[in-house]
C-alpha cells in the first residue's frame, strides 16, 4: 500500500473514532453507547496501527513508537471496556496516556 493510502485510512480511522466517541458521550442509553464506543476504538486502534507503519517507514522510529502504545492501549481498552475489568481497564489508560506523551506528573514521558 502506498504511504498516501496509508495516510488517507488513517485520516478515516481517526475521524471515525472522533465522531463516534463524541456520540457515544452523548448516546442516550448504556447500549447506544456501548455500540458507538466501541466503533471508535476499532477506528482509532486502526490508525494508530497504520500511523506506526507510515512513520515507522520514514525512520521516525520515535513516533512510530508513540503511534504503537497508543493502539495497544486503546486496544485494550476496548477489549476491556465491556467486562467491566477495573485493573485491566486501568492497563490500558495507563499505554494510551503514555502514547500520547503525557508520563509521569506531566513531562513529556521523560
Known sequence: ??????????SVGLA???????????????????????VDGVGLVMAGALLTLAFYRKGQDLVASGFLVFAVGEGRICACGSSGAAACGAGGVMAWERGRGKGARGRGGR
Open 1 to 10: 500500500m502506498s504511504d498516501k493510502g496509508l495516510r488517507v485510512l488513517a
Open 16 to 38: 471515525v473514532g472522533g465522531v463516534f466517541g463524541m456520540a457515544g458521550t452523548f448516546a442516550p442509553s448504556a447500549f447506544l453507547r456501548g455500540l458507538a464506543w466501541g
